[in-house]
C-alpha cells in the first residue's frame, strides 16, 4: 500500500522563477492537503483539496495556487518565486475516515536562491 | 486568533529517561488534537485526541487531553534513541480542515 509521493525530493530555483511540487495521495484517500514548514517551525497550512476544488485555504498569498486531477493526485504551484519561499513543503493526504489523521509525504525541500 | 504552544522546545535526556511533552493551545471550537512525530520529513501519525481524560497509549508512549485546561501531554517512557525527532502537536477546529501546528519539541535521547 503506497503511501504519499512527493516530488521532486529538493529543489534549487532562483528568486522570480516559478515551480511546481507534486503529490500522489496515499491509496483509498481523495482529499490532498499542502503545508509550508521553514526551518525550526512547525507546518502552516497553505490549501486543501477534495473533489478537484480549492476546499479550504491558508493565509498565503494568490502566488501559491494549486490544482487537484481526477486521479486526487495534486500540484502545488508558486510563482514569483521570493527567497522567503524556501522551505519544506509537505503534502498530506485522508480519507473519509477521520481517525488516524493526516498520512504525510516526504516533502520538497525547496531552496530560492 | 487560534494558537498552539509546546514546551519545551528542545529537550536532551539519556536512554531509559521518561520525558513528557506539553501542549497548550487557545482557539475556538476545538475538536481534535493530534501528535506526530518527524524524524527527518515526513511527520508520522502517533495519536488523536478528542475526549478529555481518556489516556491513548501505544508501547512506550502516551498522551492525554485536558480540555477543561486545554493543554495535552506526551509521556515517553524508557527513551531511546530512536525516539530522537521532532514531536508536534496540531489542533483542529470545527468547520474547519486545516490543521494548526505548534513550533514542536526537538527530543534528542543520548545513548
Known amino acids: 500500500d503506497a503511501g504519499v509521493t512527493q516530488s521532486p525530493t529538493h529543489l534549487i530555483k532562483t528568486r522570480g522563477q516559478q515551480v511546481t511540487l507534486r503529490c500522489s495521495p496515499k491509496?483509498?484517500?481523495?482529499?490532498v492537503s499542502w503545508y509550508q514548514q521553514a526551518l525550526g517551525q512547525g507546518p502552516q497550512f497553505i490549501f486543501q483539496y477534495y473533489e478537484e476544488e480549492e476546499r479550504q485555504r491558508g493565509n498565503f498569498p494568490d502566488r501559491f495556487s494549486g490544482h487537484q486531477f481526477p486521479n486526487y493526485s495534486s500540484e502545488l504551484n508558486v510563482n514569483a518565486l521570493l527567497l522567503g519561499d524556501s522551505a519544506l513543503y509537505l503534502c498530506?493526504?485522508?480519507?473519509?475516515?477521520?481517525?488516524?489523521?493526516?498520512?504525510f509525504g516526504s516533502g520538497t525541500r525547496l531552496t530560492v536562491v | 486568533e487560534d494558537k498552539v504552544v509546546q514546551s519545551p522546545l528542545s529537550l536532551v535526556v539519556h536512554e531509559g529517561d521518561t520525558v513528557t511533552l506539553n501542549c497548550s493551545y487557545e482557539v475556538t471550537n476545538f475538536r481534535s488534537l493530534l501528535w506526530y512525530k518527524q524524524e527527518k520529513k515526513a511527520p508520522t501519525f502517533l495519536f488523536m485526541l478528542?475526549?478529555?481524560?481518556i489516556e491513548k497509549k501505544s508501547g512506550r508512549l502516551s498522551s492525554i487531553l485536558d480540555k477543561k485546561e486545554l493543554f495535552s501531554i506526551l509521556n515517553i517512557t524508557a527513551t531511546q534513541t530512536g525516539d530522537s525527532a521532532i514531536y508536534l502537536c496540531?489542533?483542529?477546529?470545527?468547520?474547519?480542515?486545516?490543521?494548526?501546528f505548534g513550533t514542536g519539541t526537538r527530543l534528542k535521547v543520548l545513548a
Open positions: 498530506a493526504s485522508s480519507g473519509t475516515r477521520q481517525g488516524d489523521g493526516y498520512t
Open positions: 491509496s483509498g484517500h481523495d482529499t
Open positions: 496540531a489542533v483542529v477546529t470545527s468547520g474547519t480542515y486545516k490543521y494548526i
Open positions: 478528542t475526549s478529555s481524560g
